[in-house]
Structures are given as C-alpha cells and as structure tokens.
C-alpha cells in the first residue's frame, strides 16, 4: 500500500465521520464505519498477530506447515476428527503408509480420510472436539462480561444504545425456535441494547450452545 492509498482510505474515513455529524438516524453505523476506516488507515501495514497476547502467531504457524505439505484441500473439521482419534487412527494412516511408503503424514491423512467410514466418523469426532472449544470460548467471554461492572448497571450508556444486528439476528432465530414450540409465543418488543442483552440472556443465549453433541464412538466400518 503506497502512501497514496493511505492519504485516501485518510481521506474517505474523514468524509465519513462528516456525514455521520450530519445523519440522525444512520448516526450510530456511520460512526462505526469511519472508525473502522481510520483503524484501517493507521494500521494498514500490521498484522493482527501483531496484537500483544494473540495466539494468532500460533495458529498462522500452523496453517502454513500444513500449507507446506500441501495439505490445506484437507476438510479442517475431518482432520481435526483424524488427529483427535488417537491409537484408532493409527492403523488406517499405516495402512495408507503401507500403500506409500515414502509419503507425507499428509498424504496418509488424506488416503485414509478418503475411506468413506473412516471420514464420516472423523467429520463427526471433529465437530463434537469443535463445538467443545467454541463453546468453551463463548462460555468464558460471556462470564468474563457477566462479571463487569457495566453488565448489570442499569444505569450504563450501552444499554440505551440502539439494538445490534447480532443481538437482533439472535432474537430472531430464537423466537422461531419458540415460536414451533409454543404457537402462543408471542415475539418480544425490543428496543435498545440493554433491553436485548437481557432478553438474550433470560433466553439461554446462543442456541448453538443449548444442547451439546454426544461424543461419538467408532463402530468400525472403513469403507
């Protein structure tokens, strides 16, 4: 990015903070919108690793050995189910060994998901050990914000803030969810951020994380 590039996305980052001094309405997105664009223009040039504490480093590492071998057309979910399934693992990548001796881990990895039972129980392990960590993650962030002091102030300056579109694409896929449920339901009035966050939470939070998947267990079966 030249220093052109930089003066412009400068430029139309300022243009957008102008128009939000003007907008009533759309003032709250616009606002947004040019913070982002003046984000983007100061720190064009860094990564997002770059950020003190980001695990990201770790994780760009690894995504760039499996680049390496050639193994990033590998299904990220059924790999992850490969790698979670320990010593039920290891015949079939010695059988894929078997068929090519001189070959990479990748390659085994990639022979042996081939096999459509092998793949199928690893699609399915590698989903229940993904759900595992994001729920984990969600869990802890959700606990993390419960346990400040601006969570249950009625008096904060966020919960006056008008509605955000998660908060409103969430209430809208659970009342669905009630709304087969319960044909009485009736979908709540919401008007601001705070009116939302409370909602939500009453409602259990994100569906995703209501009800976990069962670990699955290897039946057998490889093709």
């Given at each position: 990015m030249t220093e052109d590039d930089l003066k412009q996305l400068a430029e139309r980052?300022?243009?957008i903070a102008g128009i939000a001094d003007t907008c009533v309405t759309d003032r709250q997105a616009a606002v947004?919108?040019?913070?982002?664009?003046?984000?983007?223009a100061a720190t064009w040039h860094l990564r997002r690793a770059?950020?003190?504490?980001?695990?990201?480093?770790?994780i760009f590492a690894h995504g760039s050995a499996e680049q390496a071998l050639g193994g990033?057309?590998?299904?990220?979910?059924?790999?992850?189910?490969?790698?979670?399934a320990g010593s039920l693992a290891y015949p079939w990548l010695l059988d894929a060994a078997e068929a090519n001796p001189i070959g990479t881990y990748v390659e085994h990895a990639r022979t042996a998901l081939a096999r459509p039972g092998v793949r199928a129980f690893c699609v399915e392990l590698g989903s229940y050990?993904?759900?595992?960590?994001k729920a984990a993650v969600y869990h802890e962030a959700v606990q993390k914000w419960q346990?400040?002091?601006?969570?249950?102030?009625?008096?904060?300056a966020w919960r006056r803030r008008p509605i955000?579109?998660?908060?409103?694409?969430?209430?809208?896929?659970?009342?669905?969810?009630?709304?087969?449920?319960?044909?009485?339901?009736?979908?709540?009035?919401i008007q601001n951020r705070g009116e939302a966050h409370d909602w939500l939470r009453k409602a259990g939070g994100r569906p995703m994380f209501w009800r976990p998947p069962s670990k699955p267990v290897w039946m057998g079966g490889l093709d």
């Open positions: 980052a300022s243009y947004g919108e040019a913070k982002r664009e003046l984000h983007i770059s950020t003190v504490g980001s695990i990201d480093n770790q990033l057309d590998l299904c990220p979910i059924a790999a992850l189910g490969l790698k979670a050990h993904r759900f595992q960590h346990a400040s002091s601006k969570a249950d102030d009625p008096a904060a955000t579109a998660k908060q409103n694409y969430l209430i809208t896929m659970i009342s669905e969810c009630l709304a087969v449920a319960d044909r009485w339901f009736v979908p709540p009035f």
